[in-house]
């Protein structure tokens, strides 16, 4: 059973305005990864399922934000159908994330009262997002669009919670373009993990660099 409830989820995640993307097939490191973005401020993190028994990696790094994280929302990203939203949920995601939007995830998880982020390329995508109950839907890749494109649809679709995906950076100028265009939060991975830090186990500077995107973050909303 997730630890939060569908509100708290959103609200952690637009009130940081940031989410991590990640995935590991070590716990050990994955349980690292996820306690120095806690340190740095993170509130809501996605665990991408993307590996072998990744499923089971997730159920020991969940087991082990209970306790260390405790305010942290974890969830589950790259989930493409409705047995794998399943799965995850009874091993307590707090939110799902999904490259596609797929109108039989949304009922699992409007059944639990779990948010489910599909990502969607369209205005007429979000829209049917929105209808089948999706709070939150994701803009992916990122990178393909601009945040020109998050300012455009806020215009007929003001009440949107947008997050960005894909090629976001943790710069002041790429990070500032994306919440001042309207993105509810935004998604970061590969940008924000350096492949060198995690195989030096610099989890500091994971942690440093998780409090200032945050800090960017921060100033771009109270601009």
């Known amino acids: 059973m997730a630890k939060f409830d569908k509100i708290s989820v959103l609200n952690k995640m637009g009130s940081t305005g940031m989410v991590p993307v990640f995935y590991h097939d070590d716990p050990k490191i994955a349980k690292k990864v996820v306690k120095a973005c806690y340190d740095g401020g993170v509130r809501a993190f996605e665990f991408t399922n993307r590996g ?13 934000a209970w306790k260390e994280c405790p305010d942290l929302a974890l969830g589950v990203g790259t989930v493409v159908d409705s047995a794998t939203a399943s799965l995850y949920i009874q091993q307590g995601a707090c939110f799902v994330v999904g490259p596609l939007l797929n ?10 009262l ?7 390329g369209t205005v007429s995508e979000i829209g049917f ?15 393909i669009y601009s945040p020109r494109f998050v300012k455009d649809l806020m215009a007929p679709l003001p009440w949107s919670k947008i997050m960005v995906t894909g090629g976001v950076e943790p710069t002041q100028e790429n990070l500032s373009s994306w919440i001042k265009a309207g993105a509810f939060c935004v998604g970061m991975g590969s940008k924000l993990f350096q492949e060198d830090t995690i195989q030096a186990g610099n989890w500091q500077a994971i942690t440093d660099k998780c409090k200032e995107a945050l800090d960017y973050i921060a100033k771009a909303k109270n601009a």
């Open 52 to 64: 072998d028994f990744a499923h089971e990696v997730f159920a020991e790094v969940m087991k082990f």
């Open 103 to 112: 109108s039989e995830v949304a009922k699992v998880c409007n059944r639990r």
């Open 114 to 120: 779990i948010p489910y982020a599909p990502g969607c």
């Open 129 to 143: 997002a929105q209808e089948i109950g999706c709070d939150l839907t994701k803009v992916f890749p990122g990178d």
